[in-house]
């Protein structure tokens, strides 16, 4: 099946500093990429649709500024956490659609801790 | 807009039990739905989905769910769980126009008990 990977798995950054998330698709082209977060004992919330070689949708609540993503090619997608704060700190998933797919393929998530 | 009601955040159950998750969804277009697995600390896997066709999907590892337009359920089943199957599940759904959309639930526990 298709596979998700993200990089890293675990990232622990002081506050101010900007972390990256990586997110790729290993075995097939990814038209479209989404991000998630996901609180403990929660839900994930959508955070932006992301289309190869256009800006990302954001969300509404979702400031596009300080989570920068960056759909460069059609394996990767990145979303940089600028200036994290440790409000920030959370699960962020990433997931892929394959061309006309209606099914999502999820990453196996990114857990930041920002101290 | 769709929404996801999965009522129930906690489901114990002993081992070699039935068990039923419980999800409903509501939207006023057609839709997918989708149950999803998280085990702790990783992202989601498809366990099962519904796109068109018969109502009663299955999965590999015993789990079933089938579509009810009427009740806008799409209840998970499993006759008989195992230790491994303790873990998150998550309903999700998608309306078919703007499928690229998907909505959560907010899960259920599901704890299997020796």
């Known amino acids: 099946g298709a596979v998700v990977s993200q990089h890293p798995s675990r990232v622990i950054c002081k506050s101010g500093t900007s972390v990256k998330i990586e997110c790729r698709s290993l075995d097939f082209q990814a038209t479209t990429m989404f991000w998630y977060r996901q609180f403990p004992k929660q839900s994930l919330m959508l955070m932006a649709t992301?289309?190869?070689?256009?800006?990302?949708?954001?969300e509404q609540g979702v400031e596009k500024d300080k989570f920068l993503i960056n759909h460069a090619s059609l394996t990767l997608s990145t979303l940089t956490v600028t200036s994290a704060h440790p409000e920030d700190s959370s699960f962020y998933i990433c997931?892929?659609?394959?061309?006309?797919?209606?099914?999502?393929?999820f990453g196996p998530g990114t857990r930041l801790t920002v101290t | 807009a769709q929404s996801v009601t999965q009522l129930d955040s906690q489901v114990p159950v002993f081992e070699e039990a039935p068990v039923e998750l419980r999800c409903n969804y509501s939207?006023?277009?057609?839709?997918?739905l989708f149950w999803y697995v998280q085990y702790p600390n990783q992202g989601l896997q498809l366990l099962l989905k519904?796109?068109?066709?018969?109502?009663l999907v299955e999965s590999i590892n015993g789990f079933e769910a089938e579509f009810n337009k009427s009740q806008t359920s799409f209840h998970l089943r499993k006759p008989s769980v195992h230790i491994s199957d303790t873990a998150e599940y998550f309903c999700?759904?998608?309306?078919?126009?703007?499928?690229?959309?998907?909505?959560f639930g907010t899960g259920t526990k599901l704890q299997v008990i020796p």
């Open positions: 992301s289309n190869e070689g256009s800006k990302a949708t954001y």
């Open positions: 939207s006023s277009v057609s839709v997918y």
């Open positions: 997931s892929a659609l394959a061309g006309k797919s209606v099914e999502q393929y």
């Open positions: 519904y796109l068109s066709g018969s109502t």
């Open positions: 999700a759904v998608s309306d078919r126009a703007g499928y690229q959309k998907v909505t």
